[in-house]
């Protein structure tokens, strides 16, 4: 069964509000869908947000990379054969995201055309994750106020708080605002974006070391090597990484360099396929992950359902889920729940991704 035809169709729905974090903001969810249609009919789907401050990538790049690059490479590529196809797409660097939704949509295919939950064939570990909420810069009281509205709504006892920003009292005031209110059963952590120094990181470890935060995502620029394997040795939590690790390579040399002991994972920018390699390589080194949200729609964050659930190692945290939550809308056809902190995978073949054509219409671009 070869592919037959790939589409990349930009479109844009508005949130309702904006999430502000240290390398930018989202207004929007200006995203790109991606369609792999087969010579027999069946058609697959995956979403793509563009991250500029995170990946370079814009919604028009996208499009023309996967329309004018990876379509006339692919097409007449048998879609089982998956490390083929991914042979094909690294010819091209970068384009993470881009990658990532050929490579999801490619699973959706053969999910739908082997009659199977895309999770099963993945793994099939369980049928849910626990949710976590990724909370934007707010003012400390603004943001216990939604954090327990969430728990109270969806069950959700789990935070991460972003971070980055100067001066660093914003931050701590904030999470100790968050653990006083929120009491010590919710697990927090930060997420700073690169928005600090390996210093400030450290200083806001040492005033923070009462709050029993789970672990710090992307302190500071892990380019900057010395420092933050300095900040690792020293953390007494946890250092994660996650846009320092957004491929299989930059995970392996993050860890073995002492840039990270914990380690993000994005379905959005690795697809299923380099998610698992990475999944394997990090449980093999006795490294914890969680699935993190690409600020994701719920077509994105379905497919990060579907792989989080496959594997023993991705289910034992709390994934990032609710951030579609903050959109006016959405295009998943069976759109997803959040119950006593949960989103379950859904049933059926495929991976989940069944877009209600309508609303594509409705919010296509082109
Ligand atoms: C996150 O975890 O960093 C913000 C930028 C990005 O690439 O993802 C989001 C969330
Ligand atoms: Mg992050």
């Known amino acids: 069964m070869k592919i037959a035809a790939i589409e990349a169709i930009p479109y844009s729905i ?9 390398s930018g903001s989202v207004h929007e969810a200006d995203h790109v869908l991606v369609r792999v249609h087969t010579d027999d009919g069946v058609v697959g789907t995956a979403d793509t947000p563009p991250r500029p401050y995170t990946y370079g990538e814009t919604q028009k790049s996208i499009v023309a990379v996967v329309q004018d690059v990876f379509a006339p490479q692919l097409v007449g590529v048998d879609v089982f054969d998956r490390e083929k196809i991914q042979a094909v797409m690294a010819r091209t660097i970068h384009n993470q995201t881009a990658k990532g939704a050929v490579d999801i949509a490619v699973w959706d295919v053969i999910g739908k055309t082997l009659g199977q939950p895309v999770t099963k064939l993945l793994g099939g ?4 994750l626990r949710v976590s909420h990724m909370l934007g810069f707010k003012p400390a009281k603004e943001l216990l106020a939604l954090a327990l509205e969430f728990r109270e709504t969806y069950g ?10 100067r001066p660093l009292n914003l931050d701590i005031e904030a999470a100790r605002v968050l653990r006083e209110g929120l009491g010590e059963d919710a697990e927090l952590y930060m997420d ?18 009462d709050l029993g935060l789970q672990f710090l995502e992307e302190p500071d620029d892990a380019r900057e090597v010395l420092g933050r394997r300095r900040l690792v040795t020293n953390s007494p939590i946890p250092i994660a990484a996650d846009e320092s690790a957004a491929n299989l390579g930059e995970a392996a040399r993050e860890i073995l360099t002492g840039g990270a002991n914990l380690l993000s994972v994005k379905t959005a920018r690795s697809g299923f396929t380099e998610a698992a390699k990475i999944v394997g390589m990090a449980e093999g080194m006795g490294i914890d992950v969680y699935i993190g949200n ?36 959405d ?36």
Request: hydrophobic share 40%; glycine share 8%.
């Open 192 to 209: 700073a974006n690169r928005g600090w120094t390996a210093n400030e990181a450290a200083e806001v470890l040492r005033r923070t070391a």
């Open 156 to 165: 959700i006892n789990t935070f991460k708080l972003k971070t980055g920003r």
């Open 125 to 128: 570990y369980t049928d849910s």
């Open 14 to 22: 508005p949130y309702r509000h904006p999430l502000h974090f240290a």
């Open 294 to 329: 690409q600020i994701d729609t719920q077509v994105g964050t379905v497919a990060s359902v579907v792989f989080g659930a496959a594997f023993a190692h991705t289910a034992k945290r709390a994934a990032e889920l609710s951030n579609y939550l903050d959109m006016t809308d």
């Open 331 to 366: 295009l998943l056809a069976q759109p997803l729940a959040i119950t006593d902190g949960r989103i379950h995978v859904p049933e059926g073949p495929g991976a989940g991704t069944d877009v209600d054509d309508d609303k594509l219409a409705h919010y296509r671009t082109d």
